[in-house]
């Protein structure tokens, strides 16, 4: 048992060299790509969307679901959320 435990510190150590990066880290990372995806499959936009595209998309998409067209709140939510995932992202990559 003792083995296992010194195997696995090593090996999360050996993540740390080489990734730079914690392995649960890496979890997260790919927690926020899968919520990324989900909000350019709502607006409809691919992953070399720009700041533009992207708003415009959420133009469109608020256009088709606000309640006063017959849409829902939910909706609407799901939508800013989604611009906001997506231009946050934005704001991180061109910072880096």
Do not use: Y
Not at 25 to 43: D, G, V
């Amino acid at each position: 048992m003792a083995k296992l435990i010194i195997f696995v510190m090593l090996a999360c150590l050996a993540c740390r060299v080489l990734l730079r990066r914690w392995p649960w880290e890496l979890w997260a990372i790919s927690e926020r790509s899968q919520a990324e995806a989900q909000a350019r499959a709502l607006l409809g936009v691919d992953r070399s969307a720009r700041r533009a595209a992207i708003i415009e998309a959420h133009r469109r998409l608020i256009a088709r679901v606000h309640p006063d067209r017959g849409g829902s709140n939910d909706a609407v939510h799901a939508a800013n959320a989604a611009r906001d995932l997506l231009l946050a992202r934005l704001e991180r990559t061109e910072t880096e």
